[in-house]
């Protein structure tokens, strides 16, 4: 649980898919007792994963607050072993919602609901990317140690030297290639690296609503990865101060 005098807003994103970037966010969510503010309209997105289909309601709860500006506190979905929810809705990626309303209203929300909020994004350049980005005390950046992904990464960090960046080596085999390790070293230079997270290929074929961090009778795997991500939730508490 997230133990700081003022409530983060902390963004997770990246400028490629398929690095476990809304994985990360929905247990950071979890492990931190904050609101996943789900920014993806990807049907493939934590809303979905939460279990909430944006398609059979008349409203949309994220695009409504948002239009209506900062004070307008929208509720949280609740679940039982699963974090705090306000869930996307594909609507989001016709919108022109500028990056200052939506880094305004993640601000105005941390603060009211006086809880971290954690907002997952779209990959790539988008306004609402942008919103959280700056308004963000710690962005969290998933890295895959291969290829293509440290070539994203680079161009990245480029971007965004200036802001809080937290690097998260994910999806780790047992033996990562050393060229990818080191090139992961050289390209973070001043910026922090957590610890990485494993990868559990299990967890692809794995349907799923509860968060792996709040599970109550967890297994052997399960204890194994919840672990790692409990680490990397005090990993990213310590860099929000």
Same mark, same amino acid.
């Given at each position: 649980m997230c133990q700081h005098a003022y409530m983060p807003v902390i963004t997770v994103a990246a400028t490629k898919g398929g690095v476990g970037k809304t994985t990360l966010a929905y247990e950071l969510a979890a492990a931190l007792g904050g609101v996943l503010v789900d920014l993806d309209w990807d049907s493939g997105g934590a809303t979905?994963?939460?279990?909430?289909?944006?398609?059979?309601?008349?409203?949309?709860?994220?695009?409504? @607050? &948002?239009?209506?500006?900062? @004070? &307008?506190l929208p509720r949280p979905r609740r679940r039982r072993n699963q974090p705090d929810l306000i869930p996307s809705h594909p609507d989001l990626a016709a919108s022109d919602i500028p990056d200052l309303v939506i880094g305004d209203c993640l601000s105005s929300w941390a603060k009211q609901w006086d809880r971290p909020v954690i907002a997952d994004t779209h990959p790539g350049a988008n306004a609402l990317t942008d919103g959280a980005m700056q308004v963000a005390d710690l962005v969290v950046v998933p890295v895959i140690l291969a290829a293509r992904e440290m070539d994203a990464l680079a161009g990245m960090l480029n971007d965004f030297a200036g802001y809080r960046l937290l690097l998260v080596p994910n999806m780790v085999p047992p033996s990562p290639p050393r060229r990818y390790v080191e090139r992961l070293a050289e390209l973070a230079g001043d910026k922090p690296v957590a610890p990485p997270i494993s990868e559990h290929r299990w967890m692809r074929r794995r349907v799923r609503r509860s968060a792996l961090t709040l599970q109550?009778?967890?297994?052997?795997?399960?204890?194994?990865?919840?672990?790692?991500?409990?680490?990397?939730?005090r990993v990213v508490e310590e860099h929000c101060v």
């Open positions: 979905r994963m939460w279990g909430y289909d944006p398609t059979s309601f008349k409203r949309a709860p994220l695009l409504d @607050a &948002v239009e209506a500006g900062p @004070a &307008v109550p009778n967890p297994g052997r795997q399960v204890q194994r990865v919840a672990g790692e991500l409990r680490t990397l939730a």
